[in-house]
């Protein structure tokens, strides 16, 4: 047994070797023309001071834009002694970034979104769990085990069960919507994308039905509101906008990588922030071998690469395109970046430093998504 497991083993090594021989190392990523140069900050703002060795790195880092001006980020840097984390506002005005309020109640796996009236919600393990004030001077927990379902601007809030859920305003305090059955797909502050059985069906907050469409065997694995008349489906094979009645208007090819989407206030630009494992040249084939000769219980599986990448939804091109490597970790970074309301710029973090750039007005012609026809 063991003979023939090193046998299929050097068989298989043999074959990744002759297949990297004659093809070039395929990068898993929306569909894309030769990769265009690295775009460059309009603003950078180190988020913390380096010690003298220099060993400070991002362990994590989630930002949003609250508004168009004011963008909250939360990191956490470590060295080889210590770690520490914070939430920091900083005002995105007049081309410079300006830090104005901080908090060191910030942890690892936590991410940030906007909120009602400048407040910043804290979410955990996929769930909200507390909302920061706008000065970031006080914190409140929130009073209900609340879902992974919730809108944008973190405004609307969901609880779910298994073919029930219910719909909250967050302000203060939340505030009953109403209720409903079916499994929810996706909440925005307009409307709801409910599966019921083999029908998706979408209504608005208090109920009004929009549209529906059949329901895919495999269910989708993310979709989202694209401003007040499309959606967006992803199935790990594509990427679609459709309207509310399941007819798509565009279409592009992806791959599923762990990530997040987030779409521009209007819904005519969307964010891709994929993270994965990547690896080229014999690393490539031996993880291949080892994955193989294992089963798939072994193989690649830490976090070592993001794509960051914004699509015109109208017309599939690409307006933005930021990539990176970095030491494999178990930690996937999503929200590491995101667009501001207007689709007009990107923050990134990145090695403790905050950067912003500015998005052009036209997506590039030679970024051209293909649609999947």
Request: aromatic letters at 8%.
């Amino acid at each position: 047994m063991r003979k023939q497991m090193l046998g299929s083993a050097f068989a298989a090594l043999g074959f990744a070797l002759s297949l990297s021989a004659r093809e070039p190392h395929q990068e898993s990523r929306i569909s894309l023309a030769p990769a265009s140069p690295q775009p460059q900050p309009v603003a950078s703002l180190a988020l913390s001071e380096s010690p003298p060795s220099g060993q400070e790195e991002a362990a994590w880092a989630s930002v949003a834009f609250t508004s168009e001006t004011s963008i909250a980020v939360g990191v956490c840097l470590r060295d080889f002694f210590n770690q520490k984390c914070s939430l920091v506002l900083v005002r995105w005005q007049g081309g410079a970034l300006q830090p104005f309020a901080q908090t060191l109640r910030f942890d690892l796996g936590v991410s940030v979104y906007p909120a009602s009236d400048g407040r910043i919600l804290a979410v955990q393990r996929l769930s909200p769990k507390f909302v920061y004030s706008a000065d970031l001077s006080t914190v409140h927990d929130l009073p209900k085990e609340l879902s992974r379902f919730f809108s944008q601007t973190g405004k609307t809030v969901a609880e779910w069960a298994p073919g029930s859920w219910k719909l909250y305003h967050l302000s203060d305090r939340l505030e009953p919507i109403r209720e409903g059955t079916g499994n929810l797909q996706f909440v925005s502050d307009e409307v709801v994308l409910i599966q019921d059985g083999k029908v998706m069906r979408v209504e608005t907050l208090d109920g009004t039905r929009l549209g529906s469409f059949s329901a895919p065997a495999g269910g989708y694995y993310a979709s989202g509101s694209m401003g007040n008349n499309k959606l967006y489906l992803d199935d790990c094979k594509s990427l679609r906008i459709v309207d509310f009645d399941g007819k798509t208007l565009t279409k592009m090819r992806k791959e599923c990588s762990a990530g997040d989407t987030s779409p521009s206030a209007d819904g005519r630009r969307v964010l891709f922030d994929f993270t994965n494992h990547k690896s080229s040249g014999l690393k490539h084939v031996l993880e291949s071998v080892q994955t193989i000769t294992t089963l798939g219980m072994a193989g690649p599986e830490d976090v070592n690469h993001e794509e960051v990448r914004v699509i015109d939804t109208a017309t599939g091109k690409a307006c933005f395109d930021w990539h990176r490597s970095f030491p494999a970790t178990l930690y996937s970074r999503v929200r590491s970046a995101a667009m501001s309301p207007s689709g007009e710029f990107v923050a990134i973090v990145d090695k403790g430093k905050l950067s912003i750039y500015r998005l052009p007005s036209d997506c590039d012609d030679s970024l051209l998504v293909s649609p999947n026809k």
